[in-house]
């Protein structure tokens, strides 16, 4: 393919050369130019250095034995034209040379960029099974906890303390239920490109449907939703991000530790659309703020809660992971009052063609 590539490239410039030469009157530099510019087409489009240095010599020997005088013959004893085929080869050699050099260059920092992002994706995989080891945990023992002491001792247990019991089971296995939803949204990504499959979806339909969906497990909560009077049609995985919804949402309410409803808004800006999640506690930790997405914050408050299965690691993680793989930002403040977490996602898919 190299070969035929080169042959190719230097039998069209030799072609081009020939028509130049018949119509313009002493042509040899416009002909040196076309065959530099055949020596950069081979060194680019081909492998290795050693098809651009052929075409190189190859060009010097046409230009001076087809189109210098005295034709067909190799000469380059006549004043002037040495200097001229000596910078004729310089320049092809060094054009391809440096094309050559910078293909070798792209292709280490293709390499070093994937080898970047399967790092990035390993470290991801880490925290997300640390995270998934330590939510897991606590509330499973929980219940078996409370199952075993349901079935010893149901004969000497009042109605009150086996209410508690099965009420404490139905809240781990609620807990449990919303980490496997987690983890199922996750699949929904491709493995291979961390995309997602996108279709225009209105911003305030996917957020009600947040809400309502949190609220089956929540049926206390208190949240004030403010969306923009016009509709917004945003490219997204509908399911994926009222996942993320939910996961911001319930963490404002399980970890701020305040009475006050939760905010969840959103603004149209000029290339994408930013959701807001916004709660009046008592706010995140500075120094947990730059790690808090990364599956490694068990706890929002500066000590680790004592109720593991309120560990927020997996659950903002895997936040990151959609909002990452839909093109968006995810980031989280703290405000005078309270904290405030936020994604953005692009109103348009980017023009791959461009």
């Given amino acids: 393919m190299n070969a035929f590539i080169t042959a190719s490239l230097l039998a069209v410039a030799t072609a081009l050369s020939y028509f130049f030469f018949a119509i313009m009157h002493n042509p040899t530099s416009n002909i040196a130019l076309i065959y530099i510019l055949a020596v950069f087409l081979t060194a680019r489009y081909t492998t290795g250095y050693l098809y651009g240095l052929f075409a190189s010599l190859f060009g010097v020997v046409c230009v001076n034995f087809l189109f210098t005088y ?42 070093h960029d994937k080898m970047l992002m399967d790092a990035e994706k390993e470290k991801m995989r880490a925290n997300l099974l640390r995270a998934i080891s330590h939510d897991l945990r606590t509330p499973l023992t929980s219940i078996i906890g409370s199952g075993a002491v349901y079935l010893e001792n149901s004969s000497r247990l009042t109605d009150l303390e086996k209410t508690d019991l099965v009420s404490h089971i139905l809240e781990d296995s609620n807990w449990l239920l919303n980490m496997v939803e987690n983890l199922l949204s996750v699949t929904r990504i491709n493995n291979e490109t961390a995309k997602v499959n996108k279709s225009l979806e209105p911003v305030e339909e996917v957020l009600s449907e947040a809400v309502i969906r949190l609220r089956k497990r929540l049926p206390d909560l208190a949240v004030r939703v403010r969306v923009p009077d016009d509709v917004l049609m945003v490219p997204m995985d509908a399911v994926l991000i009222e996942q993320v919804l939910i996961n911001l949402i319930e963490n404002a309410i399980v970890h701020s530790q305040s009475t006050e409803p939760v905010e969840c808004y959103v603004e149209d800006e000029d290339t994408k659309v930013a959701f807001h999640v916004r709660d009046y506690g008592i706010g995140i930790p500075p120094e947990k703020l730059v790690t808090i997405f990364d ?59 461009a």
């Fill in 70 to 111: 005295p034709f067909f013959q190799l000469d380059f004893t006549l004043t002037g034209y040495p200097i001229t085929f000596v910078a004729m080869f310089t320049i092809s050699s060094v054009t391809s040379a440096l094309t050559s050099n910078m293909k070798v260059q792209a292709k280490l920092l293709s390499e």
């Fill in 295 to 353: 599956g490694s914050s068990y706890s929002w408050t500066a000590s680790a809660s004592a109720d593991g299965r309120k560990g927020m690691g997996i659950g903002l993680s895997i936040c990151k992971t959609i909002i990452n793989a839909h093109g968006g930002s995810i980031g989280a403040v703290n405000q005078t009052v309270g904290a405030e977490f936020y994604f953005t996602l692009p109103k348009e898919e980017p023009n791959i063609g």
